[in-house]
């Protein structure tokens, strides 16, 4: 049943955190349902919720939803909101509007190879589209995953990245971090260089990438320089947003809102915007 | 005042050419005389549009915060008041003499361009004073006390009567008298904040009022947050306010600024002084406000 | 034709007011705008004759601080008791062109492109509008050349002053009902309509939007940029400038939710929480400005956002002209 506030796109509804964990120092993953079972409404991966406290409101990206069970969001700290959701506790009720956003093509990408590449917490968006993949493994060819964060306890959901994706079926994991560290034996650098590096064959592959804004901007050089053409390459975007539902302006790149619009676009699309992101 | 502008004209061709500045900050004509607006001079080409006239009323210090992390070296047209906004700006840090050439005007006494264009736009409004604006017929200062060059004659202060006597009448209300007064003002602000960006004062690089870990004051549109940005605001102009009138100017709802700015010259040159802000500049010393003395007078908290 | 009596037009509001809260174009001390009929005492100074006032009825549908819902908060506890929904009934009695625009404006914003607002839905539902047709356009009007005929308001009924009389010309089907309403007030008669007087400004807009793309990397905006203060006195006097910030208000455990405006013009309008922003400097937030109102808008609703008011023009302190500057677009060459 739906019990999102579809009459009254701006009013929440209320959730509750189910679980809490530790993904790095400054990431942690809340896993939220309704009170009375089931989830809000249904997200696609790559949209995202407006999340709130009583004391504000955030846009996040849903890092998952499993099923009708629970949403996932991976939340890093970086201000005023996301410093007081890292200090709430399970059990915490949190205000939900959404789904935002138009999502990743899912469909569109059936049949082809992925390549997905992430920086910091620009895993977590990127990380429900792979899982979906994962989820219908066979309507999708090889996975790729190049993976980069500033130090080994900033890359989130290592479990996934180590252990789990490494086994799924056709599918190679790349991790890298910016600086050598004693305890870590992978690869070090940039993701951008790691990219080059690996030089992965355009044929065939959808390049979908996340991260922070220069990440993405070398990245894009990058995936142009191997031969990849603007249809292939997709990313997301952010800005700072209040109402989610393109009215109160302020998301805005050139006549597009990014949050009904976006966040992700295609390269073909993103060119077609002003260099305002 | 055709003199004045032909000698603007002369020293920024001077200053451009001689590469002594990079830009030249002064006013054009707009498509009315009375619409003459601020005007930067990148080119020599330009000069001839350079003007100084009745509407020049824009003080213009405040643009230097543009170009406060640039190196641009600025010549810029000051009147009296305005030049006391360039000490403001020295003794607060923000900007280096050496990369300012200023051009003082002996100011006879300017006309508000926006009062005019109410009443020419033909939108309903009792009609606005078109002669000398109101901060003129107050003014102490026509004469830039810091300057490079000075052109025009030097000018008798402006002012008749007793200087505050607005404020006395009002400092005479009984309490709830003064209270009613002040509520019924301001809660006519829309919070726009046109006066904090036009004023030269105000150039704190994170304004407290966009400040929002924590939010000191909230943006709705209320008597309580309208009377806290108010006070908030006057406690941070006291000792820093030059009266050059640009935030009355630009209130889009006529709230009378200048009222609550002179109550703050005046107990500061009562309590901490004598001091007037901007007055004179000398390197190195602090006005009231920028140091803590242990027996500074607290009977008024 | 039918028309209505000058003398008549008090009455008529008087009675209106009893159902409606009834928005009049008046001054009031130094300001006029449109203010609620019955929250005016004494005389009321009615500037219907008047080019136009100063504050938009943007207020009326749009109010400038607005509580959408309240809050209840405790440990671990968040729930929202209520939403307010204005449904009070209102009537915007004699608004210009230009402004009633400005709503055709907010109605594709907020009720169209996948999202209805609840809460201007709620009170645009529930307002009637009562236009009046320019004849005598002011110095900074230049509403004809954005495309709107100034005798020809977007209402549901248009009043066209002829004298001692205002002839009353009903549009829509609720414009038709409420003169059914007030008919004891209007009387036939034949008259003739005024001449529209020339604008003072006139262009063509035609190309505009088709030169501005590609525009944005254009030297010319740093130099219509310099004189900007980014004060945001232009946004909020426009009548069609929509953009909201959402806020909250809580003593203790209780509060609410409100909006309110916001302005593009504002740094931390798009700063973002981990400290960047996208446009930096007072140039970046001027373009957006001019951009959103002369091209984005049309892209995305297929007619430009600024309705020609003049407003703006009069407010700048630092005469800025939007006139000008669609002018000195058409004229410089595009690529930079
Ligand atoms: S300019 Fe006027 S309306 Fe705007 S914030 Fe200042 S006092 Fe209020
Ligand atoms: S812009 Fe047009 S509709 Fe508006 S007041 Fe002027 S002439 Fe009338
Ligand atoms: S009113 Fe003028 S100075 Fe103020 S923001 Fe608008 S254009 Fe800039
Ligand atoms: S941009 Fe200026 S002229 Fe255009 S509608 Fe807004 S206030 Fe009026
Ligand atoms: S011009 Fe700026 S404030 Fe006005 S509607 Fe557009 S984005 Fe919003
Ligand atoms: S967040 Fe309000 S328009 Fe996008």
């Known amino acids: 049943m739906c019990s999102c506030n579809c009459e009254q796109p701006l009013v929440p509804s209320i959730v509750e955190v189910i679980d809490i964990v530790d993904e790095t120092p400054d990431v942690r993953s809340f896993y939220v349902k309704c009170s009375e079972g089931g989830v809000p409404y249904s997200v696609q991966p790559g949209q995202c919720s407006m999340l709130s406290l009583p004391a504000g409101e955030g ?9 009708n069970e629970y949403q996932h969001y991976a939340i890093k700290k970086v201000g005023l909101l996301t410093e007081e959701l890292h200090s709430i506790e399970i059990g915490q009720k949190l205000g939900i509007r959404g789904p935002y956003g138009n999502g990743f093509p899912v469909e569109a990408c059936k049949g082809k190879d992925m390549l997905f590449i992430a920086g910091g917490i620009g895993l977590a968006p990127l990380r429900s589209f792979i899982k979906y993949c994962f989820k219908h493994r066979d309507d999708y060819g090889k996975i790729d995953i190049l993976y980069g964060s500033r130090s080994y306890a900033d890359l989130c959901f290592k479990d996934e990245l180590f252990n789990l994706w490494p086994q799924e079926k056709n599918t190679q994991v790349y991790v890298t971090i910016d600086n050598a560290e004693p305890e870590w034996d992978g690869h070090v650098g940039f993701v951008p260089s790691y990219l080059e590096e690996l030089n992965p064959n355009p044929n065939g592959k959808i390049a979908v990438t996340c991260g922070p804004p220069i990440m993405i901007k070398f990245v894009l050089q990058s995936l142009e320089k191997m031969g990849y053409i603007d249809d292939q390459v ?35 699309q993103l060119r077609q915007l002003p260099q305002e992101w | 005042m055709t003199d004045i502008t032909l000698k603007i004209r002369e020293i920024a061709t001077r200053l451009l050419q001689s590469d002594q500045v990079d830009v030249f900050v002064g006013w054009e004509k707009g498509p009315q ?26 003080n213009l210090t405040n643009y230097l915060l543009k170009y406060r992390d640039s190196t641009d070296r600025v010549g810029l047209v000051v009147k009296g008041c305005d030049s006391r906004g360039i000490v403001r700006l020295l003794q607060d840090n923000q900007f280096k003499r050496n990369r300012l050439y200023i051009v003082g005007v002996c100011c006879p006494g300017i006309k508000d361009p926006l009062k005019i264009a109410k009443n020419q736009s033909g939108l309903a409004c009792p009609p606005n004073n078109e002669e000398i604006a109101d901060k003129c017929t107050r003014c102490l200062v026509p004469n830039p006390i810091i300057y490079d060059e000075l052109l ?19 400092e005479n209300m009984d309490p709830n008298q003064r209270y009613q007064f002040f509520e019924d003002t301001l809660t006519q602000c ?34 309580t947050d309208n009377m806290m940005y108010h006070l908030v605001k006057a406690m941070h102009m006291a000792g820093r306010c030059i009266e050059c009138g640009e935030c009355e100017r630009v209130c889009p709802v006529n709230i009378p600024l200048m009222l609550i700015n002179s109550k703050l ?32 007078p607290d009977d008024f908290i | 034709m039918q028309v209505i009596d000058k003398n008549k037009i008090v009455p008529l509001l008087d009675r209106l007011s009893k159902q409606s809260e009834v928005f009049v174009p008046t001054v009031k001390g130094s300001e006029s705008g449109f203010y609620s009929w019955n929250s005016l005492n004494g005389a009321k100074e009615i500037a219907l004759e008047a080019l136009n006032v100063y504050h938009s009825p943007k207020n009326v549908l749009f109010p400038q601080t607005e509580r959408m819902y309240s809050i209840e908060q405790g440990k671990q506890v968040f729930s929202i008791p209520d939403t307010f929904q204005d449904e009070k009934s209102r009537i915007i009695f004699g608004i210009r062109a230009c402004d009633a625009k400005a709503i055709t404006c907010f109605d594709d914003v907020f009720l169209t492109h996948g999202y209805e607002d609840s809460f201007y839905a709620t009170r645009r539902k529930n307002t009637i509008i009562i236009g009046n047709a320019c004849y005598q356009p002011g110095a900074n009007c230049f509403c004809s050349s954005m495309g709107i005929n100034p005798v020809q308001p977007d209402a549901d009924v248009v009043i066209h002053d002829a004298g001692t009389v205002y002839a009353w010309e009903a549009i829509t089907v609720t414009g038709q009902q409420f003169t059914e309403q007030v008919q004891d007030l209007l009387e036939e008669k ?3 309509l005024p001449q529209l007087k020339p604008f003072s400004t006139e262009f063509d807009y035609d190309g505009v939007v088709e030169k501005l793309q590609g525009m944005f990397d254009h030297e010319i905006w740093h130099e219509l940029a310099e004189p900007c203060m980014n004060c945001g006195t232009c946004t909020y006097m426009c009548p069609s400038c929509h953009c909201f910030d959402i806020q909250v208000k809580i003593w203790g455990d209780k509060g609410y939710r409100f909006r309110c405006w916001d302005s593009c013009m ?32 049309t892209e995305r609703y297929d007619y430009p956002l600024c309705t020609g008011c003049g407003r703006c023009i009069s407010v700048c302190p630092n005469g800025i002209n939007i006139i000008d500057i669609i002018k000195r677009i058409k004229e410089v060459d595009k690529i930079v």
């Open chain 2, 33 to 58: 005389e009375y619409q003459t607006r601020p005007f930067f001079v990148r080119r020599v080409e330009d000069v001839e549009k350079l003007v100084f006239n009745e509407y020049s009323i824009h």
């Open chain 1, 59 to 67: 846009m996040f990206s849903c890092t998952w939803q499993e099923g």
């Open chain 2, 265 to 296: 010259v005046k107990d500061m040159d009562h309590f901490f002084g004598s001091y007037e802000a901007g007055m004179e500049y000398v390197e190195g010393q602090k006005p009231p406000l920028s140091v803590y003395n242990p027996d500074d």
């Open chain 3, 190 to 192: 034949d008259l003739g």
């Open chain 2, 152 to 170: 025009g004659e030097s000018q008798e202060p402006h002012n008749s009567g007793e200087r505050f006597s607005e404020i006395k009448t009002i």
């Open chain 3, 266 to 297: 504002y740094t931390e309008y798009t700063a973002e929480a981990g400290g960047g922003n996208p446009r930096p400097d007072s140039q970046d937030r001027f373009r957006n400005r001019f951009l959103h109102k002369l091209e984005f808008f």
């Open chain 1, 234 to 268: 997709i990313t997301t975007l952010e800005m700072r947003m209040k109402c989610g539902i393109g009215k109160c302006g302020r998301c805005n790149v050139g006549s597009q809102y990014i949050c009904v619009d976006g966040p992700v676009f295609t390269r073909t």
């Open chain 2, 190 to 223: 829309i919070r726009c904040y046109a006066c904090r960006q036009v004023c030269v004062a105000c150039n704190c690089r994170t304004c407290i009022f966009d400040e929002m870990k924590p939010q000191w004051v909230g943006r709705e549109n209320s008597t």
